[in-house]
């Protein structure tokens, strides 16, 4: 059974950074996709960055230049480096694991941006 725990989510003022982390444990292929979603109240959950297995990433429109992900394969985690935070970003941030068709999720941690 695979299993996402995700930390360094938290209160950070505007123009502040946080980095997340997202460890998986399991059984996990080698070759899959990880990534970040993020959902704010009265929104859909949205995809804000995501890095496969040889280092591709893709990045939505409203981070880039902003957030950063990266991976350790050897530990297998993934983790979001983000800074220039806008209150805007505020929400629960979610790790998903995508390994062929089969997709897995963390419970989710809160980020807020906030004065």
């Known amino acids: 059974q695979v299993q996402l725990v995700e930390s360094g989510g938290g209160l950070v003022q505007p123009g502040g950074s946080l980095r997340l982390s997202c460890a998986a444990s399991?059984?996990?292929?080698?070759?899959?996709?990880m990534g970040w979603y993020r959902q704010a109240p009265g929104n859909q959950r949205e995809l804000v960055a995501r890095?496969?297995?040889?280092?591709?990433?893709n990045y939505a429109d409203s981070v880039k230049g902003r957030f950063t992900i990266s991976r350790d394969n050897t530990k297998n985690t993934v983790y979001l480096q983000m800074n220039s935070l806008k209150p805007e970003d505020t929400a629960v941030y979610y790790c998903?694991?995508?390994?062929?068709?089969?997709?897995?999720w963390g419970q989710g941690t809160q980020v807020t941006v906030s004065s």
């Open positions: 399991g059984i996990i292929s080698n070759i899959n996709t």
């Open positions: 890095i496969s297995s040889i280092g591709g990433t």
């Open positions: 998903n694991l995508l390994i062929s068709f089969l997709g897995y």
